[in-house]
């Protein structure tokens, strides 16, 4: 049994997993429940997808993922704009259009066989290539957005309960979009090293919308959210190693697999206990 | 003065007409002004001017050097939000503060205070969606005390509620107006209006402002409603027929 657990750390690849899912889990699990509690989980998927074209063209050219994709994030969030512009299209069918479509693109030259890493990489993850650099950034990204969402708490809660009065409070619920989406953006292109295009949404939403149903504060989602996510990818590093499947996806498994338990549980505590949902109205 | 309004018109980005114009009362301590009129009347844009969320397109407006509290329609509000009823009175805190600072002892205390002010001291740890509309309406007002401004405006704050509820949260702002806030109640009901001292009539344009005994005459609620309004026969008295909602009901 003890063989089970420190057999994968003999190896040096896989401790480097570890630490880089582990700082991704506690970033991605505090935003995520910002994404999920300001209702933006389509919006975090599509910006993963917007950015699929840039890190192709990055490997096709190699230069850094990072780099392109940022400049596929920019280029997503222009086109998002513009075709937001088309009279008598609303805005989620330009998201829709645009995302396909880059996503399309994304893949058309992913199979290009000059891309080295082929689309697999980019679209999964490389769990096992993490570098010295991956887990520097990560390690910043988690120091920084951690500090950005203790700070602004406060803020954070009233203009989400209220947006539409957030002014009368003196905060401003454009400020509020912009912090989500920037560290939205910076944990998305952070983590795609590691967990690839697709599966960083899963680590995204995936833990917070499981601490959702397990808790009715805002503090304790963020600290159970942070706890699956980091607990729910080291797990599925461990099951990947030992049944020879694939790294990232056995992560995304895993927390797909705790928010089903986390809504049985729900239902079931609900069934059984409507008192103290219920009578409390009076 | 709490709040002076010059001739004040405002529009919205595109819109050809101006959402409200000719708007030319004050808002004094103590003074609990209710503000009449139809949906898109222009009550709502009145309430974004004074918060500071539209600035006047002309015209002159001062308000108070102090803050501006906006108790919203319960109905609106979040209920799925994972706050309790002490953590929504809190944020009445945040107007008071930089974005860096956060909350002290002494600003839960006086979230606490302001709970037990409404009558919720008890309810201070449930969860806010669970409580029911009238309770819900006093934390909402519970935040605005917590705020301290001297102007309070209230959206259609009676929507909804039942009786007892409504006697109760009418006892509130009675006493909050008697301890000199300003307090400015969008309404659809006449009547009460008519128990209020100063009456503020809109329909895109300001219709009326002063006293209802001298200011909500027939022709000031024909011109506030329109054709809305129906004449009871013989008693030389009006109502409203049911309106529609431009909002969804919530639970009671």
């Known amino acids: 049994m003890i063989e089970w657990l420190t057999d994968p750390l003999s190896q040096r690849i896989v401790v480097r997993a570890i630490v880089e899912l582990t700082l991704l889990g506690v970033v991605s699990g505090a935003l995520g429940c ?6 933006r989980s389509y919006s975090a998927e599509s ?3 917007a950015m699929l074209p840039g890190l192709v063209a990055a490997a096709l050219l190699g230069v850094p993922l990072l780099l392109g994709g940022a400049v596929g994030l920019l280029v997503g969030a222009v086109l998002i704009g513009l075709v937001g512009r088309v009279p008598r299209l609303d805005d989620d069918v330009a998201v829709s259009v645009v995302i396909t479509s880059l996503f399309g693109l994304g893949v058309l030259l992913g199979l290009a066989p000059e891309v080295p890493a082929g689309l697999n990489g980019i679209l999964f993850g ?15 990204l988690a120091v920084v957005a951690l500090a950005v969402l203790t700070v602004l708490h406060p803020s954070l809660v009233a203009v989400g309960f209220d947006r539409l009065n957030a002014r009368a409070l003196g905060r401003s619920p454009v400020g509020f979009d912009v912090v989500l989406a920037v560290l939205l953006a910076a944990a998305t292109l952070v983590a795609v090293q590691a967990l690839g295009n697709l599966l960083v949404v899963a680590m995204l ?4 919308a499981t601490a959702r149903l397990l808790t009715r504060r805002i503090v304790p989602m963020m600290v159970v959210a942070t706890t699956v996510a980091a607990g729910a990818s ?13 790294a990232g996806a056995s992560v995304a498994l895993t927390l797909v697999a705790l928010y089903v338990l986390a809504l049985v549980a729900r239902v079931i505590t609900d069934a059984s206990g409507p008192q103290t949902a219920r009578t409390a109205r009076a | 003065m709490l709040a002076d309004a010059d001739d004040v018109a405002a529009s919205y980005p595109g819109a050809v007409m101006p959402a409200v114009a000719s708007l030319t009362f004050a808002a004094r301590a103590g003074e609990r002004t209710a503000v009449l009129g139809p949906n898109g009347g222009g009550k709502t844009t009145l309430f974004r001017l004074l918060t500071g969320e539209l600035s006047p397109s002309s015209g002159r407006l001062a308000l108070p050097a102090g803050r501006v509290a906006l108790v919203p329609q319960t109905e609106r509000s979040r209920l799925d939000y994972p706050v309790s009823a002490l953590d929504v009175a809190l944020m009445g805190a945040v107007s008071r503060m930089p974005w860096w600072r956060r909350p002290s002892r002494a600003d839960r205390e006086l979230a606490r205070e302001a709970l037990g002010r409404v009558g919720l001291a008890d309810r201070a740890s449930a969860t806010f969606g669970d409580l029911s509309g009238g309770q819900r309406q006093r934390v909402l007002v519970a935040r605005a005390l917590v705020q301290d401004a001297p102007l309070v ?3 259609e704050p009676f929507s909804g509620l039942d009786a007892p509820s409504a006697e109760r949260l009418d006892a509130l702002l009675n006493e909050l107006a008697a301890e000199g806030r300003g307090l400015l109640m969008a309404t ?14 809109l329909n895109r344009v300001q219709i009326a402002f002063g006293p209802p005994a001298s200011a909500l005459t027939l022709e000031v609620i024909e011109r506030t409603y329109g054709t809305a309004l129906v004449p009871l026969d013989g008693s030389g008295r009006t109502v409203l027929p049911p309106h529609h909602h431009a909002h969804e009901h919530g639970r009671p």
């Open chain 1, 126 to 140: 490389d769990l096992l290539g993490i570098t010295d650099l991956d887990i520097a950034l990560a390690a910043g």
């Open chain 1, 205 to 208: 939403v995936g833990p917070a």
């Open chain 1, 234 to 246: 080291v797990a599925g590093l461990y099951l990947s190693y030992h049944a020879k499947v694939a």
């Open chain 2, 188 to 201: 659809h009901d006449i009547e009460q209006a008519r128990a209020w001292d100063l009456v503020l009539c």
């Open chain 1, 34 to 39: 910002w994404i999920v509690l300001s209702g």
């Open chain 2, 153 to 155: 405006l209230l959206d």
């Open chain 1, 47 to 49: 910006l993963a997808h």
